[in-house]
C-alpha cells in the first residue's frame, strides 16, 4: 500500500530499506518504523515527545482503555467478515496500543492482513514498530499519507484528526472508516475537577464530509485511578492539556486520585 511521499510510485522493500522504481529510498530503522515524512527538516521535531509517548504507553498499559481496545477489535472484525485478506490504515496510530490489538485481533479472525500505522511523531512509530511485527509503521502525515489511492479496506481514525478529502483518496469504494471520539460524559469528573465551569462534550459534532454514518456505539464506564500520575497522564492526553490556565493545573496536580467517567463514541462511516 505504500508509495513514495516524493514521486507517488509503489514503494517496495530492498534489504533495510523502502525504495521506488525511481530511484528514492528510505532506510528502515532497527526498531522496524521508516520515515517518511519528508516535509520535516533533519532532526525537527514533530509530533509527541518520546516522554509523552512513553507516559501514554505506561498508562494505556495499565488497562483504562481496555474495553474501548476490544470494542475496536470487535467491530473491526464486523466489518470485514466477508473478506479473506484486509488492508489496514490506522492514521494518527500513537505508539501503536489500538493498531496492534486490531492487527491481533484480525490475524486471529483468519484474515491475511496487510496493515499500515502512520503518525506524525517519529518517538512514536518508533516505539509502535517495537511492539507490532503485524504492521508497517511510518512517519508521516495523516493529511497526506504515502498510501496509494483507493486500497484502503478499513481506515482508523482514533482520537486523531480526519482529513475527509485524504480519508476519500485512499479508501476503497467498499470500505469503512471507523472513528473513535470521545463521548458527551468523558472525564466528566476531571473537567469539574480541574475548571470552574466544565462542559460536557457535543456528541452531534462528528461527521466527515463525503461519507455517510453506517454505525454508532456509545461505551461508558467508571474508572478508579489512584495514581496521581495516572491522572495526569490521562489530562495530558487531552486536547485541555494545551489550553488550561495556571489555576487549573494547579487543582490538577493536586489530585491523589480520582473516579473517573470515560465515554466513547465508535462511528462508522462509508463512501
Known sequence: MLICPHCGAPLEQAGQALRCRNGHSYDIARSGYCNLLQSA?????????????????????????EPLAQALCAQTVRLTQDRAAVRLVDAGCGEGYYTRRIADALHAAGKQLTAVGI???????????????????????????PI???????????FAPT??????????????????????????????????????????????????????????????????????????????????????LERLHALRGLDVTLSFLLLTFVP
Open 163 to 248: 482529513p475527509a478529502q485524504e480519508f476519500r483518496r485512499v479508501l476503497a469504494p467498499d470500505g469503512a472508516v471507523l472513528c473513535a471520539v470521545p463521548g458527551e460524559e468523558h472525564l466528566w469528573e476531571l473537567k469539574c475537577a480541574v475548571y470552574d465551569t466544565p462542559y460536557r462534550n457535543r456528541e452531534d459534532k462528528y461527521h466527515l464530509d463525503g461519507f455517510r454514518l453506517a454505525d454508532r456505539q456509545k461505551l461508558t464506564y467508571a474508572a478508579h485511578m489512584d495514581d496521581p500520575s495516572d491522572v495526569q497522564t490521562l489530562f495530558a492526553m487531552t486536547p485541555y492539556a494545551h489550553r488550561t490556565p495556571r489555576r487549573g
Open 148 to 158: 496509494a489511492g483507493g486500497c484502503v479496506d478499513v481506515l482508523c481514525s482514533i
Open 119 to 145: 503518525d506524525i511523531s517519529k518517538a512514536a512509530t518508533q516505539y509502535a514498530a517495537k511492539r507490532d511485527h503485524h504492521t508497517r509503521y511510518v512517519t508521516g502525515s495523516a493529511y497526506h499519507m
Open 41 to 65: 527538516r533533519s532532526g525537527e521535531h514533530t509530533g509527541d515527545s518520546r516522554e509523552m509517548v512513553m507516559a501514554r504507553r505506561q498508562f494505556l498499559d495499565r488497562g483504562y482503555y
